[in-house]
């Protein structure tokens, strides 16, 4: 592939713009899983040892763009990185109006790039904005790869040198080697609350996979064929994509489920008989018995989001056993990406069980998928637009 590589050009004393995925998920400012951030930590030492000016980019959660708020706020990962690198200087900056002076050897992080008017839409405006930061910019979000924003997206095609930066490199490259010529029985399990990203996945998912298990919202709208689903999360607008979907793969669909009633008590049900003031929380035990036989017989796995509200300890069970299911499995090659997933096998210690641990939701399936992504795009016309580098 024709890509600038971090690793290969010369980046000593260069001021770098580095676009990490530091979208790591928090409960109350606290971060619960540093997946994300550790997985990042070889590219800012990288910078650090060539003594480079860095500053640092990452957008975190969803917040409605243009406006600041401290649930979103980058902070408590500043204060972490300063724990873990206490011999480096790391600003905060909340603008990048008027961005502080850096010298070689430091920090500046810049406040969630999703504060910033026009990141979603990737503006022109706001890219070169980015772009004039720098003389390199660094792509090493692969977690948000799949996304066309200013800064994962738009800042390369103004900055004179874009390149991928190694985490970037090396999921790219696992994930190549894993899906070349995967061994069956492929069996899916999808789950999570990402419905819309995740649905426009499915089609090409299913394809590749002799049975796709849903779970989360996505089992939700595969239900909503036709049932009610009471207060479930799930998108109408996916519904007829299910159908679809449903007639012609073959689909497993939990047939029972944990639920939260108008009383808040925990029970299970049939996954038909959802009332109105229910909401559903986690798979059932039945189902939970049918899918680990099909996960013991699966020789490659493609594992993304949990199968219920796994944060709660009540809905807990049904990704926990999945989730060990998975791991227990030693003949097959599993593949598991996306940030609660990430958390998932953390809090379940199954990190030495999984073959191959992507730190990519939607781009890592979107990879699966395409072999393609934007950010890829991007990295390439770089290359193509300047090279006299
Ligand atoms: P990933 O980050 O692994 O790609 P998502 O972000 O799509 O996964 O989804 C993770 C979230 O989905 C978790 O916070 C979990 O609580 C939520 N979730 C899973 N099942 C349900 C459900 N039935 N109802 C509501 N939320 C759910
Ligand atoms: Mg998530």
Not at 211 to 222: K, L, M, P
């Amino acid at each position: 592939m024709i890509i600038n590589e971090m690793t290969k050009i010369n980046i000593k004393k260069k001021k770098i713009l580095i676009r990490l995925d530091l979208n790591v998920p928090m409960k109350k400012n606290k971060i619960t899983s540093d997946a994300r951030i550790i997985y990042s930590l070889p590219t800012i030492k990288l910078a650090l040892k060539n003594h480079c000016k860095i500053i640092i980019l990452s957008h975190l959660g969803r917040p409605v763009e243009g406006k600041y708020q401290k649930k979103y706020s980058l902070f408590p990962i500043v204060k972490y990185l300063r724990k873990k690198l206490n011999n480096t200087t790391i600003h905060f900056s909340n603008t990048i109006d008027n961005t502080i002076q850096i010298k070689h050897g430091e920090i500046l992080i810049l406040e969630n790039v999703r504060f910033n008017k026009g990141e979603k839409t990737n503006s022109k405006k706001l890219s070169q904005k980015y772009a004039s930061l720098c003389d390199i910019f660094v792509m090493d979000a692969f977690g948000t790869s799949h996304r066309m924003e200013a800064s994962t997206y738009g800042v390369g095609f103004f900055s004179k040198i874009a390149c991928a930066g190694p985490l970037f490199m090396s999921e790219i490259k696992s994930l190549t080697q894993a899906i070349k010529k995967p061994k069956k029985p492929v069996v899916t399990i999808l789950g999570g609350a990402k419905i819309s990203t995740k649905f426009n996945i499915l089609k090409t998912l299913s394809k590749i996979s002799d049975t796709v298990i849903v779970g989360g919202g996505i089992a939700n709208t595969f239900l909503a064929i036709k049932n009610s689903v009471g207060n479930s999360i799930f998108e109408k607008k996916f519904i007829k994509s299910a159908k679809k979907l449903k007639e012609k793969y073959n689909i497993f669909i939990p047939e029972d489920s944990k639920i939260k009633n108008e009383n808040n008590e925990c029970i299970i049900k049939n996954s038909c008989s959802i009332l109105k003031n229910e909401e559903i929380m986690d798979i059932g035990e039945k189902s939970i018995i049918k899918i680990k036989k099909i996960i013991k017989n699966a020789k490659t796995i493609i594992w993304n989001g949990p199968m219920g509200v796994f944060e709660l300890k009540k809905f807990r069970s049904g990704t926990e056993k999945i989730a060990y299911a998975i791991a227990n499995n030693k003949n097959a090659f599993s593949i598991a990406g996306g940030g609660d997933t990430l958390a998932v096998i953390e809090m379940f210690n199954i990190k030495n069980k999984i073959s191959y641990i992507s730190t990519g939701g939607g781009a890592f399936l979107e990879f699966i998928e395409k072999k393609d992504l934007p950010a890829i795009k991007m990295l390439k016309k770089n290359v193509l637009s300047n090279n006299n580098i």
